[in-house]
């Protein structure tokens, strides 16, 4: 990843409240209710798996509505309804996939114009430079490297340089190097927007000024 590429837009100020916010599938609790409300820096979301550290990041970036409660989103001190989160955050997520028969650059520039990105070549081209892919961005997206291919993701979760950045175990995949530059790379983008980060990994949660401890049940326990 590439630190003197880092440029992120002015400070702005962003916030996430949790107001009794609980999720089931079905019969199964997924996310057991939670109450807080974060301000800024780095926040690290832990707890076994099942306990909804995924789940809770998709209820903040808008992409699953809460079967209780209510997540709220402000920026400026404005309230963004859910599909109007977009523009404002951005989501890495383990689950992301590219079209493989696509470069890397081609991939971005798709998913910045969904987005509806201004310039959406150039705000591609700015993300892949941010995680030291801007040489790969000729590469077909089904040969990079399970390694790259997170940095890929880490790069569409930049688009536009969002004021809030929901990584789900933004490690996996990257070797000693790669996670040296990643912590380097969320404390600098961390000075201009809010970093939420579901993580059971030490070396990811040390880097939060707030942990969010989730509770998880047995995943047969349906209760």
Not at 39 to 53: E, L, R, W, Y
Not at 104 to 125: I, K, Q, T
Request: aromatic share 4%.
């Amino acid at each position: 990843m590439s630190g003197a590429a880092l440029t992120l837009a002015p400070p702005r100020t962003v916030a996430v409240e949790a107001r009794s916010l609980a999720h089931r599938f079905g019969a199964r609790v997924a996310l057991e209710p939670q109450q807080f409300r974060l301000d800024g820096g780095i926040v690290a979301v832990t707890g076994p798996n099942g306990s909804g550290k995924s789940t809770l990041l998709r209820i903040v970036a808008g992409l699953l509505r809460p079967s209780a409660g209510e997540c709220v989103v402000s920026v400026a001190g404005r309230a963004l309804p859910p599909l109007a989160r977009r523009i404002h955050a951005g989501l890495m997520s383990p689950m992301l996939s590219f079209y493989e028969e696509l470069t890397v650059g081609e991939n971005l520039e798709f998913a910045a114009e969904a987005r509806g990105l201004a310039a959406p070549r150039r705000a591609a081209a700015a993300a892949l430079e941010r995680v030291g892919l801007g040489a790969r961005a000729a590469d077909r997206a089904g040969a990079l490297s399970s390694g790259l291919l997170q940095r890929l993701r880490l790069a569409f979760a930049t688009l536009g340089s969002p004021a809030l950045l929901l990584l789900d175990e933004p490690g996996s995949h990257l070797d000693e190097e790669g996670r040296g530059a990643l912590e380097t790379w969320i404390r600098s983008v961390a000075r201009d927007a809010l970093v939420m980060l579901a993580t059971n990994d030490e070396r990811e949660w040390r880097l939060a000024d707030r942990t969010i401890q989730l509770r998880g049940r047995d995943l047969g326990d349906p209760a």
